[in-house]
């Protein structure tokens, strides 16, 4: 399942095919938001925004499409006049001169006006995202420590949205490695270090798996990316501390930690 940082890698794709492009064909499956198809094309598309897992594409007249993926729902890049066949079924077409999104498969699809943005259920109920870099590890560790949130056991609290939209599994289990700290532990309960670590590893290492991951270092200098520490190692040896890692269930996820460093 994509998290955050796979997110806004795919929107980073989507923006640069058709980020300034004037719109030549746009075509929506549901008949709800056809009637808005002849008035974005001429229009251009400004920004690809996320939320968690949500994308946010801005036009140049003052909507906004949302899209949320789901378990199914992909947007692909295609040269226009182009289409792939399958059995995906193509729910928004945003056409330029020379490159076409297609968004396949997913059924949570609305057009808002800035009224619709600001109430919106799902987008009132996330938390700020973690790759928002206007967002502050201040503001996380006001956010961590609010009467919401500091009595919450991490196992579930990285997992929720409505904390910090686009934590997942894997980060859940790389941020509390890098902060030594267990799933089993809540906000309240840690010392001042332990706080100033977890909220470093909260934004740092999601945004380093936003950077890097991914990309070959042909010099082998693999300190500047992103690599799994613990996530899918069990039973291989904690590069910090050499203890076997481990694994168990958690929030109905697969959870691997270090029983000689995460204490």
């Known amino acids: 399942m994509p998290e955050g940082p796979e997110i806004r890698r795919a929107a980073d794709q989507l ?15 549901y008949p ?6 002849q008035a974005l094309v001429g229009e251009r598309v400004l920004s690809i925004e996320t939320r968690g897992k949500a994308l946010l594409t801005h036009f140049s007249n003052g909507l906004t499409l949302y899209s949320h993926n789901q378990l199914y729902g992909v947007w692909r890049v295609v040269k226009t006049g182009t289409e792939p066949q399958g059995k995906r ?46 967002l502050t590890e201040a503001a996380v560790r006001e956010r961590l420590l609010s009467p919401r949130f500091r009595r919450r056991q991490f196992s579930g609290l990285l997992l929720d949205q409505t904390f910090l939209a686009g934590l997942g599994n894997y980060l859940r289990v790389e941020i509390l490695w890098q902060a030594q700290l267990t799933a089993h532990h809540k906000a309240e309960s840690l010392n001042e270090t332990q706080l100033d670590a977890l909220v470093t590893a909260l934004l740092a290492v999601p945004r380093l798996s936003y950077q890097t991951r991914g ?29 076997t890692i481990e694994r168990t269930m958690l929030s109905s996820r697969p959870f691997y930690w270090c029983p000689g460093c995460q204490k």
């Open 15 to 29: 923006e640069k095919a058709i980020k300034g492009k004037v719109l030549t064909d746009v075509w929506f499956a």
């Open 32 to 37: 709800a938001l056809q009637t808005y198809q």
């Open 89 to 134: 079924i193509l729910r928004v077409r945003l056409a330029a001169a020379d490159k076409t999104l297609l968004l396949f498969s997913a059924s949570d699809i609305e057009l808002l006006d800035a009224a619709g943005l600001a109430t919106h259920p799902f987008l009132q109920k996330i938390g700020p995202d973690v790759l928002d870099m206007s």
């Open 215 to 243: 990309q070959v270092d042909d010099n082998h200098h693999h300190g500047a990316l992103f690599r799994f520490k613990v996530f899918h190692r069990a039973g291989q040896g904690c590069e910090r501390c050499g203890e």
